[in-house]
C-alpha cells in the first residue's frame, strides 16, 4: 500500500497516448456500471472539462507503483505506475486537504468503506 501525500510541484512531462492504458475508450471507462453492488450510472462527458478525465500521464517520482499522490492546488490525484508513469484523475479536495501535508500511511483498504 502506498503513502498518502500533498505535494506543491508535479514532475509532469506530457500525456501518453490517446486511450487508456488498458485500451479502453473515454466512453468506456465512464460508462454505466449497473450490474455493481451500488450500481453506477453513465457520466455525462458533456459536463467534465476534459482535463480531469482519467489519463496515463509521465511522471517522474521516487515513490514506488501504488502510491497515491494528492495535489490538491492542481486538482489532481496520481496512482504511481512502473516506468515513470502515473494514472491521474481529476478530483477536489475540502478545506482540510489545503491544511494538511505530508505522508499517510493507509492501514485498511476496503471494497464500499463506511
Known amino acids: 500500500m502506498?503513502?498518502?501525500?500533498?505535494?506543491?510541484?508535479?514532475?509532469?512531462?506530457?500525456?501518453v497516448g490517446g486511450l487508456f492504458g488498458?485500451?479502453?475508450?473515454?466512453?468506456?471507462?465512464?460508462?454505466?456500471?449497473?450490474?455493481?453492488?451500488?450500481?453506477?450510472?453513465?457520466?455525462?462527458?458533456?459536463?467534465?472539462?476534459p482535463d480531469f478525465l482519467r489519463k496515463v500521464v509521465r511522471y517522474n517520482t521516487i515513490e514506488p507503483?501504488?502510491?497515491?499522490?494528492?495535489?490538491p492546488s492542481a486538482f489532481y490525484?496520481?496512482?504511481v505506475e512502473e516506468g515513470g508513469?502515473?494514472?491521474r484523475?481529476?478530483?477536489?479536495?475540502?478545506?482540510?486537504g489545503f491544511v494538511w501535508s505530508g505522508d499517510a500511511y493507509i492501514g485498511r483498504?476496503?471494497?464500499w468503506p463506511i
Not at 23 to 43: D, K
Not at 65 to 71: A, K, L, W
Open 65 to 71: 507503483p501504488g502510491t497515491i499522490i494528492v495535489d
Open 109 to 111: 483498504k476496503a471494497e
Open 77 to 79: 490525484v496520481y496512482r
Open 22 to 49: 488498458d485500451g479502453l475508450s473515454i466512453a468506456q471507462m465512464y460508462a454505466a456500471l449497473p450490474n455493481e453492488r451500488f450500481p453506477i450510472p453513465a457520466v455525462d462527458l458533456s459536463k467534465v472539462n
Open 85 to 87: 508513469l502515473a494514472t
Open 89 to 96: 484523475y481529476g478530483a477536489n479536495v475540502g478545506r482540510a
Open 2 to 15: 502506498g503513502s498518502l501525500g500533498s505535494v506543491g510541484a508535479i514532475g509532469l512531462s506530457g500525456c
